[in-house]
């Protein structure tokens, strides 16, 4: 198992209050010992003028789960911020429910990366995201 810190989905969930991801209704899921998922509507809250999943919202979903893992993986007194973030679309999306998941690419002392793929709702590939991050303190 990667993480270090151990936080049941409800514990992680209740950090969202008040914040962009509580409002997104980006949810965690799944976590296993190797993944961190997360669910976030296709609503008024997510969609672009076109009634489309918007890019950014996909990129904060893909942020989120990526500082999230970061944070598990890391030691009590440090912190973990974003330092990059790519995110490829595949495929559009206009409802329904899409669906992150988020594994490591690369753990450091000091950096790390994670693949993000969000799927929608019939499994099928929509993005591919991935995160940099840097560790700190």
């Given at each position: 198992?990667?993480?270090?810190?151990?936080?049941?989905?409800?514990?992680l969930n209740a950090m969202n209050a008040g914040t962009m991801v509580e409002t997104l209704g980006i949810r965690y899921t799944r976590l296993t010992d190797n993944s961190l998922e997360a669910e976030?509507?296709?609503d008024t809250r997510t969609v672009q003028p076109f009634g489309l999943l918007h890019g950014g919202a996909s990129a904060a979903l893909a942020e989120t789960l990526g500082s999230m893992a970061g944070f598990l993986t890391s030691q009590q007194g440090q912190c973990v911020v974003g330092t990059e973030i790519s995110a490829t679309h595949h495929r559009a999306v206009s409802g329904g429910v899409?669906?992150?998941?988020c594994t490591p690419l690369h753990l450091g002392k000091n950096s790390q990366t994670w693949d993000i793929a969000i799927f929608d709702?019939?499994?099928?590939?929509?993005?591919?995201?991935?995160l940099s991050t840097a560790i700190l303190g």
């Open positions: 198992m990667i993480w270090k810190r151990q936080l049941a989905l409800d514990a976030m509507p296709v899409v669906r992150g998941v709702e019939r499994g099928r590939r929509c993005c591919t995201s991935r």
